[in-house]
């Protein structure tokens, strides 16, 4: 029995004669794009995505729709993509990066060997720091979030500081 591969299930391949014609329209279109995505093949390898709207281009296989296109030329502002961007953003999220690192430690000390239940934070917090480094970047709701979690870590460890303090004063006493 004949089967389709997942790229042919939704579109028709194209004609030698049509691939050849979209390859000199997206060459004379976006030529930018093209030459932009050359050059960062390397930083570009792990984008499946961005990889397969460059095959595109550049074997005009299939039509590129405008939200293709705009997703590519998103990519060419990233800072993940430009090196002087990119060292830029990590001085920016470096700071922040340092409090997460700080807040493990926090939540390793207060929660022992209950990190990997359903009620710490331990999973949430190492997750954002993963998009922190692989992504430079973090939404506002993440950051809310690291935040709330941050006071709320901080608080259990003042508590068992000063229930310490008052155990350690009243047996010198």
Known sequence: MYRRSKINKFYKK?????????????KE??????EWCK???EE???????MDMYLILITGSRKM???M??????????PLYDPV???????????????ISLLITMIEKLDGNKIHTQWSSYKFVMSCQKQATTNLRLSEKQMTAL????QKYNDRLEKRLKKENKDGNNGTN
């Open 14 to 26: 194209a004609s030698p004669e049509t691939m050849k014609k979209n390859r000199e329209l997206y």
């Open 29 to 34: 279109l976006y030529s930018k794009e093209i």
């Open 39 to 41: 050059e960062h093949l």
């Open 44 to 50: 570009l390898k792990d984008n499946k995505f961005i």
């Open 65 to 67: 729709s405008p939200k």
């Open 69 to 78: 296109i705009a997703s590519v030329q998103k990519a060419m502002e990233s």
């Open 85 to 99: 961007k990119r060292v830029e953003r990590k001085e920016k999220i470096q700071p922040i990066l340092e409090k």
């Open 147 to 150: 935040n709330k979690t941050w």
